[in-house]
Each structure stands twice: as C-alpha cells, then as structure tokens.
C-alpha cells in the first residue's frame, strides 16, 4: 500500500491572500459603520458610508496587492537575470557553487557533483533558481491574480456587515453589526484554520479579538466626535 502524505503549505499563498482580503473587508466596514451611527448620524448616511468604505477599500486593496506583487515580480526576474547572465559567464563556478550547496545538506561530494551535471543539463536556470536563491522559475507571482482575488475576498466580507446595516432597524444597528461581524470572523478564522490544518480555535480567538479591538475603538472615535459636533 501506498503512503500518501496531504501537505498544506502549498495553500500559505492564496489562503493568506483570501483570508487578509475578506477580514479586511469585514473588519474595516463594520468599523466604519458602527464608528458612523455612534456619531448619531441618519441610517442612510451609514450606509453610504458603508457603501463607499466598501467601494475604497477594495480598490486599495487592489492596488496594494498589485503594486506589492509587481515589486516582487520585478526583484525575481532581476536575480533569474543575474543568474542566467553568471551561467553564460561561469558555467564551471556556478556547477561548484550548486555542488556544495547539496553537500552542506549532506550530499556526497561526487554525488553532489553528478546530481548537479544531471540537473543543469536538464535546465540549468531552474536548478539555480529553486536551490540557490530560493524561487521557481516557472512559479513566479502573479500581479493581476492577487489584485483581483484580494479585491473580490474584501468586497465579499465588506458587503456582509453593510448588509446587516442595511437591514437591521437603527435602534439596535450598532449592536446587531458588531454581533454578526464578530461570528463572520469567527467563522472565517475557523474555515482558514481548517483549511490550514491549524486549531480552529487559535484561529476564531485571534480574528474575533481584533475585529473587536477595531469595532470598539472606531465606536469611541464617533461617540467623542458626536458629543463634539
């Protein structure tokens, strides 16, 4: 019989970039509008708030994640360049350098050094790159797939305390959002803990205590900002 092991590391990437999107989104627009009807203002400015925190954020997010993951793009494809350039130059070094990186992993010299021919005569750029700099040559970041995953994860979990808002009567607004916000990142901090293999009560406590810190300081801010105006 087979052995046959599930990793989860290969989900670190989309599964941090889905689970950031969508706390953001439930985070910041709870916020936003608790922080707003603390302020003693109409039920549609909350929402329009809401609306337009909505609308900002995810554009931000967007942008955030396009601007970081082009940058790393950019760096990787500078050092692919700067391998590749010191492979045309220095075949013999570079055949070396990878040789006693095996060996410092506890490779037999001759057998690190016969690995290594057998790898670069297959593709001599991805064998460096994996190894010695630590990235794949045919895995690099994806610009445009992070903008718009990271947009999508926080309109969705934006657009569900703005819904509450929407719907719930304005007596009990403040209250009702930061209930239901709270279970939206408890269930989120389960759902990314279980898909990570992690305890999905660390990952509930972590995500509900923050949201919380966040909801009651921005709930502060417009109660002090009601009293004033």
Known sequence: MSHVEIHRSHRVGWLRAAVLGANDGIVSTASLIIGVAAASTTHES??????AGLVAGAMSMAAGEY?????QSDTEQADLALEQASLDQNPEFETQELAEIYEGRGVEPALARQVVEQ???HDALDAHARD???ISVNGGAQPIQAA???AATFTIGAALPLLVAWMVPMDYLIILVALFSLVFLATLGVVAARVGGASMLVGASRVVFWGGLAMALTAGVGKVFGVVA
């Open 46 to 51: 909350i929402i329009l708030a809401g609306v």
């Open 67 to 71: 601007i970081s993951v082009s940058s």
């Open 119 to 121: 790898l670069m005569a």
């Open 132 to 134: 010695e700099i630590g």
């Open 148 to 150: 718009l995953s990271s």
